[in-house]
């Protein structure tokens, strides 16, 4: 099935303190959104699971328990994971797969249903990060970024484990944090605005309609952001608004104005870096064959390598990496 044909697929990611959060969210949730909902609970493997039983008590949509038949998402359905498996989305179907990782992985794991929602579904999918502990899902929120879908986590406030939510925010590469119930109840708006660009494309041919708030963001934080990639700049505008329940884009700027707090959150987002070790496995795996060659080549001479544009490094240690495999060292 093509991406255009899937619905919008939803993955909500919970571990300890989960259940509370996921009722929340279930209850809250529009009656018709177009989109299906993977729900990936960390259980027990050895004891029958009665999520979808409870949390089908708290909703009118469908609430379906997955099992070794691989399954094509329906709208507004909300489907389970079972103890004690993966699921991920394969061409184009819902399917179980067996556990990844060590034994000790979470089970069912949201790093790899977020992993296979950015890689089948691109923009058409979200992320949701709820209560529980460790950091599973942090991975995962990284490539539904990078893919252009919308990532949220629970507000660390109201989750009684802030493991999981807190370690998905430190990423950078959330957009959202918001309460379980007003995730469901602004999950219209969520998949609509951060698509709707109409209010800032008013802006993009004229210099002047962003220029306040480059100005702005450049007396708090020093930055000038003129130079930016534009679509880069409204998209992380967009989101904010969206974040702040605001509609237009003379508001939100007025709001930066009272507001410092709002401009340092714009300047975080501003400066994402979605990077990570080894990205593009393609291009590394051929990269590990010509630095194997230029090791083999000078062994008793110098070699130099320098990584322009490294936000945070990964790009630098990866290539060192390869290079100190290829030396045996």
């Given amino acids: 099935m093509a991406k255009a044909e899937l619905p919008v697929i939803i993955g909500i990611a919970a571990s300890a303190g989960g259940l509370e959060a996921t009722t929340a969210l279930v209850k809250n949730l529009p009656a018709q959104t177009n989109a299906s909902y993977v729900v990936a609970q960390h259980m027990s493997p050895t004891h029958k699971s009665l999520l979808w039983s409870l949390i089908g008590r708290e909703t009118e949509l469908p609430v379906i328990e997955l099992t070794d038949e691989d399954l094509v998402p329906e709208p ?60 599973d899902g942090s991975y995962g929120i990284r490539a539904i970024r990078e893919a252009g879908g919308v990532t949220i986590a629970q507000e660390i406030g109201t989750a009684k484990y802030e493991g999981m939510p807190s370690s ?34 008013g802006f993009t041919g004229n210099p002047s309609g962003l220029l306040d708030l480059y100005h702005i963001l450049l007396a708090r934080t020093g930055v000038d952001f003129r130079e930016y ?61 010509v630095i194997q060659g230029l090791v083999d080549d000078n062994r008793d001479r110098q070699i130099r390598v320098w990584v322009a544009g490294s936000a945070t490094g990964e790009e630098a240690y990866s290539l060192a990496i390869l290079f100190a495999e290829a030396m045996g060292d």
């Fill in 229 to 289: 990639k534009e679509t880069t700049i409204n998209r992380r505008i967009a989101r904010r608004m969206v974040a702040q329940g605001i509609d237009v884009y003379e508001d939100y700027v007025e709001f930066c104005r009272e507001n410092a707090t709002e401009v340092d959150a714009l300047y975080k987002d501003m400066m994402i870096s979605v990077t990570r070790f080894f990205r593009d496995h393609a291009q590394f795996n051929q990269l590990t064959k």
């Fill in 76 to 135: 507004d359905t909300i489907y389970i994971a079972p103890p004690n498996y993966d699921v991920i989305v394969d061409n184009g179907k819902l399917a179980l797969r067996d556990p990844s990782g060590h034994p000790g992985t979470p089970k069912p794991l949201a790093d790899r249903l977020f992993k296979s929602l950015a890689d089948e579904c691109g923009e058409r999918c979200v992320g949701i990060v709820l209560s529980g502990t460790g950091s």
């Fill in 168 to 201: 998905a925010v430190h990423t950078g590469c959330i957009d959202l944090t918001m309460s379980p119930d007003m995730i469901g109840q602004q999950l219209d708006s969520i998949l609509a605005n951060p698509r709707d660009f109409s209010e800032l494309r």
